[in-house]
């Protein structure tokens, strides 16, 4: 059973930035593809941004392509998300999640993955 651990949340004014680290407990990081969701209150769960095994590929949700960037350290078994100019829509709870699934391209439906964090919360004050 892998255990994911998200940190990195909290209360910026819009236009800060923030960067949410997930590390992950298990030997086997390296063969998972990561993805981060994001759930607004009254809102399904999105996946924001995902990742490759390798991090060489990535992918983005409209809305924060350009202001946020997933990369991974497979060494320290973490993938972090950058999240710049940031929004009040920005304003959720985030989650990161690890896909077993063999893939080439990232994972972005929620189905397709495996492991997920306990989420940490953003909250982005105009």
């Known amino acids: 059973q892998e255990q994911l651990v998200e940190s990195g949340g909290g209360l910026v004014q819009a236009g800060n930035s923030l960067r949410l680290s997930c590390a992950a407990s298990?030997?086997?990081?390296?063969?998972?593809?990561m993805g981060w969701f994001r759930q607004a209150p009254g809102k399904e769960r999105v996946c924001v941004a995902a990742?490759?095994?390798?991090?060489?590929?990535?992918s983005y949700t409209d809305s924060v392509r350009g202001r946020f960037t997933i990369s991974r350290d497979n060494a320290k078994n973490t993938v972090y998300l950058q999240m710049n100019s940031l929004k009040p829509e920005d304003t959720a709870v985030y989650y990161c999640a690890a896909s077993l699934r063999a893939g080439l391209i990232p994972a972005t439906q929620e189905n397709e993955y495996d492991y997920w964090g306990q989420g940490t919360q953003v909250t982005v004050s105009s």
């Open positions: 298990g030997r086997t990081f390296s063969t998972y593809r």
């Open positions: 990742i490759t095994r390798s991090g060489l590929r990535t």
